[in-house]
Nanobody, 124 residues
């Protein structure tokens, strides 16, 4: 069983930055990597970014490419999401999860062990 705890969210003005952390405990039977997803009020959860277990490959949604950077420190069991040039449209609850099945890193249905999430609010 794997558990995730997200932290680092908060209120920031447009153009500002935040760094989110996803710290995990436990061990998954299969672990291809970790993904960050977000869900805004009234909208479905959407893919933001993912990193392979080794950290050598990253994936980004078009909407955050060039502004967000995902990285990991396996010694600390932590995955980070550095968010720069934040926009009001980035306001959402951000959650992390383990990619537990074979397939695309962009597909939410392949992820398990979701954390509770951390709120990010960007004011205009």
């Amino acid at each position: 069983q794997v558990q995730h705890v997200e932290s680092g969210g908060g209120l920031v003005q447009a153009g500002g930055s935040l760094r989110l952390s996803c710290t995990s405990s436990g061990r998954a039977f299969r672990n291809d990597g970790t993904g960050w997803f977000r869900q805004a009020p009234g909208k479905e959860r959407e893919f933001v970014a993912a990193v392979t277990q080794s950290g050598d490959t990253t994936y980004y949604a078009d909407s955050v490419q060039g502004r967000f950077t995902i990285s990991r420190d396996n010694a600390k069991n932590t995955v980070y999401l550095q968010m720069n040039s934040l926009e009001p449209e980035d306001t959402a609850v951000y959650s992390c999860a383990v990619k537990n099945y074979i397939g695309s890193y962009y597909s939410e249905r392949l992820y398990r062990y979701w954390g509770q999430g951390t709120q990010v609010t960007v004011s205009s």
